[in-house]
C-alpha cells in the first residue's frame, strides 16, 4: 500500500502538476515529489487534507495493490446485500484506472458489470419493497402492479416489453464473429426459448451438439418438445440425457426442472437429490435452491426451511463462508418460511 504512489495517480487523474498540490497543502514540491519517488511520507496530519483535495476518503488513500483490490471487490458481490453509495464510487474509481492503465484488463471489466447489475439488483429489491406498499395502500393502483413487476423481472403480459429481442440480436452478431462459440449458443438457445421461438432455437441447438458434447442437446431438445406442448417427447430426451450421460449431475438438474414444470413434483425431488448426492465438494447448490422452491409449493415448509439450512451448512462446510450476503439470504427465507408456515396452520 504505496501512498506515494496513489496520491501520484490522484494527481494525473486530476491533471494538476506537484506545485498546484504542494501550494493547497502548504508544503514545498518537493516534498510531494518525495512522497511520489517513496522517499519520505506525508505527515499524518496531512492525510485529512489529501483526501480531501482529492475527493477521495482517507481509507481510499491506502489502497491495497491491484489484484488484492480486484479480489476484495468481487468478494463485496457474494458478500454485500447492498454496497454503500460510498464503497460503490471508490470501487468505481478504481476499476477506471486499472482500465486507463491496461485497456485490456478483462477482469476489471467484469467487476464493473458486476458492480452495476449488483447495484441494480438492491436497486430493485427496494423498488419491490416500495411497489408492494403501494398495492397494499390502493391494490387498483396500476403504477404499483407496473412497478412491482419490472422490479422483479416478472411479466407484465406485453409481449413487446417480456422479449428478449435485444440479448437474441446481441448474441446473433456475436456468433457471426464468434462462430461456434459455446457461451454465444447457450446464451442465444436459452432466451429464444424464453420467448418460445422454438423453431428458430433448433439449428443452434444443432450445433451445441457438436460443440459442447455433453447432455444439453437432448436437454435443450426436451425443451422444445415440452415448450410445443409435446410432454411425452420432452420426458424421453430428458430420460435420455440422464442415460447418455449418468456421470452428470446437471443432467439429473435438468430433468427435474421438466419434471416440476409438469407437475410431476415426487420425481423431481428425486433427481435433486441425486444431483445434491453425486457432487463431490465443494458442491453447487442448484439442485438444493429447486428443492426449496418444490416443497414450498408443495406446502411443505418444514422441508423447505431444512433445505435452506443445507445451503448454509454446505456454504460453511464447502467453501467456508459463515457470514455475508450469501448466508443472510437464505436465513431471512428461512424465516420467511415459518411466518408462512405459522400462517398455514
Known amino acids: ?49 489529501i483526501a480531501v483535495y482529492f475527493g477521495v476518503t482517507i481509507d481510499e488513500l491506502f489502497q491495497f495493490p491491484d489484484e488484492a483490490e480486484l479480489e476484495r ?53 427496494a423498488a419491490g419493497e416500495y411497489a408492494k406498499k403501494v398495492l397494499e395502500l390502493d391494490p387498483k393502483d396500476k403504477t404499483g402492479w407496473v412497478a412491482f413487476l419490472e422490479a422483479n423481472n416478472g411479466v407484465c403480459g406485453d409481449e413487446w416489453y417480456d422479449n428478449h429481442f435485444e440479448v437474441i440480436e446481441y448474441f446473433e452478431g456475436f456468433l457471426k464473429k464468434n462462430p461456434g462459440n459455446y457461451l454465444g449458443l447457450y446464451g442465444i438457445i436459452e432466451n429464444l426459448l424464453a420467448d418460445e421461438r422454438y423453431d428458430e432455437a433448433v439449428p443452434y441447438i444443432e450445433q451445441i451438439r457438436t460443440v459442447a458434447k455433453n447432455h444439453q442437446y437432448e436437454v435443450y431438445m426436451g425443451e422444445v418438445m415440452l415448450g410445443k406442448g409435446d410432454a411425452e417427447r420432452a420426458v424421453e430426451y430428458m430420460n435420455r440425457a440422464v442415460e447418455h450421460f449418468p456421470k452428470a449431475w446437471q443432467a439429473y438438474c435438468d430433468r427435474g426442472d421438466c419434471f416440476k414444470r409438469l407437475g410431476r413434483y415426487q420425481e423431481a425431488i428425486a433427481d435433486y437429490e441425486k444431483c445434491v448426492a453425486m457432487q463431490e465438494p465443494p458442491r453447487i447448490t442448484d439442485g438444493l435452491y429447486s428443492l426449496a422452491q418444490v416443497h414450498e409449493i408443495l406446502g411443505d415448509y418444514d422441508a423447505a426451511i431444512n433445505d435452506r439450512q443445507r445451503i448454509i451448512k454446505c456454504l460453511k462446510e464447502e467453501y467456508h463462508t459463515t457470514s455475508g450476503e450469501s448466508v443472510d439470504a437464505h436465513k431471512r427465507e428461512i424465516e420467511r418460511l415459518k411466518k408462512k408456515k405459522a400462517g398455514a396452520v
Request: charged share 30%; hydrophobic share 35%; aromatic share 10%.
Open 1 to 49: 500500500m504505496d501512498i506515494g504512489k496513489r496520491i501520484r495517480t490522484l494527481r494525473m487523474t486530476k491533471k494538476v502538476k506537484q506545485e498546484e498540490l504542494a501550494e493547497y497543502l502548504g508544503v514545498s514540491f518537493q516534498a510531494v515529489s518525495k512522497w511520489e519517488t517513496g522517499a519520505s511520507v506525508p505527515d499524518i496530519a496531512l492525510l485529512p487534507n
Open 73 to 125: 471487490i468481487e468478494n463485496m458481490f457474494w458478500q454485500e446485500r447492498r454496497i454503500r453509495p460510498e464503497t460503490f464510487d471508490h470501487c468505481i474509481r478504481f476499476l477506471e484506472e486499472v482500465i486507463r492503465n491496461d485497456p485490456r484488463n478483462t477482469r476489471a471489466y467484469s467487476c464493473m458489470a458486476y458492480l452495476y447489475n449488483h447495484r441494480a439488483k438492491s436497486d430493485h429489491e
